[in-house]
């Protein structure tokens, strides 16, 4: 079933500090106000398996918008741990309130935040994604007290009896709302960059300043640069000639590299609500190495064999065996392993030496 947890049981990395989560401990101290853990007015559908031993839930989105590289945000203040489980909750964190309550977020895409920091309720600390032992993509939920698992509770509100599947029950977020409109997020621009409608227009609209300026999410679009350097990423601001609204090339970040878009701490901006990256799916006959680059030979990680998706292509090291061999090297989410990680297009099943593209015979896109 799409977006699960499939544990069979409280793994090492997990469960050693956990070994009474099947059997709820009565809270001597109040619970936070926790509030649901994604951002503000969108609705998301939940679930708990039968497989599950904790009082967990798994959420996805159901307002139209995509569950994949959504803003995963704190349920309530507190204390950053990021963790990583290979055969379980891959990329998740656990944050610390105090008063022996914590939050955890598991299968994240990526990070937002530094291990170790304080975040405030309704701060970006993640991306929603299917990492670890997960079947697709989705935020796993848990509230503990004392390192029991606990029923959840949102807005004071408890959302048992849970449901077996999706679509019965459905939670809209007010986490972040706020009467303050939206997260803005902080980055320097080395010199005054033109605004357009979108990120596929050729219109100038306006232009934002040299200097540090707000934006407020991210859009896939066309490509901006000079020679060896160039952005796809597209950031939805406020520009200071013409109308609000409009987007600016990331290619105008100061402190990043080529198809990065983080602010000015690090955090990766957000989606906007249809901006992700497009995906191309492709099958690969074998469980293949991933890399940081296409040059790299330190494994990262771990790609499964079967259907996958990437976004694009780059030219790199050679990889084969004998008469077959591949240059392509195509970026990915791999199964094990950070996100955005590079695996070769040797190990596509359908197509020759040299090749990449996706199942339909596409030509994938160069990065």
């Known amino acids: 079933m799409r977006g699960r947890s499939l544990f069979l049981r409280v793994t090492a990395a997990v469960g050693a500090a956990l070994a009474a989560a099947a059997t709820m401990a009565a809270p001597a101290q109040a619970a936070p106000n926790f509030k649901a853990p994604f951002p503000c007015g969108q609705r998301w559908t939940y679930s708990h398996h039968s497989q599950e031993v904790r009082l967990a839930l798994d959420f996805i989105r159901n307002d139209g918008g995509a569950t994949a590289g959504a803003p995963v945000l704190a349920s309530a203040a507190g204390t950053v741990a990021r963790r990583y489980q290979a055969g379980g909750a891959g990329n998740y964190i656990d944050i610390n309130h105090g008063g022996g309550w914590h939050t955890y977020y598991f299968h994240l895409q990526a990070y937002s935040v530094a291990d170790g920091a304080y975040v405030g309720q309704g701060q970006q600390i993640g991306l929603t994604g299917t990492t670890g032992n997960s079947s697709g993509e989705h935020i796993h939920y848990e509230q503990l007290y004392n390192g029991a698992g606990q029923t ?16 019965s029950k459905s939670l809209t977020s007010t986490n972040g709302c706020g009467g303050s409109g939206p997260v803005k997020y902080f980055v320097d621009t080395y010199a005054a960059a033109p605004a357009f409608a979108s990120p596929t227009s050729t219109a100038q609209t306006g232009t934002l300043n040299q200097g540090t300026n707000y934006v407020f999410c991210k859009a896939w679009g066309r490509q901006t640069g000079s020679g060896t350097s160039y952005n ?44 992700s990256q497009p995906k191309y799916w492709v099958d690969t006959y074998a469980t293949a190495p991933v890399f940081a680059s296409a040059t790299s030979t330190a494994q990262t990680g771990t790609l499964n064999q079967g259907t996958n998706y990437v976004f694009c292509k780059t030219w790199g090291r050679q990889i084969g065996s004998g008469s077959s061999y591949n240059h392509w090297w195509l970026k990915t989410d791999p199964d094990t392993g950070p996100a955005g990680q590079y695996v070769s297009a040797y190990y596509l099943s359908r197509w020759g030496n040299d090749e990449a593209k996706d199942n339909n015979g596409v030509v994938i896109p160069d990065c």
């Open 232 to 275: 796809h990423w597209w950031l939805k601001t406020d520009p200071d000639t013409g109308p609000a609204g409009q987007y600016v090339s990331a290619y105008y970040l100061s402190r990043w590299g080529n198809d990065e878009a983080k602010d000015n701490n690090g955090v990766v901006i957000p989606d906007c609500a249809g901006g």
């Open 152 to 167: 959840i509770a949102i807005d004071g509100v408890s959302l048992a009896p849970y449901p077996g599947s999706y679509g």
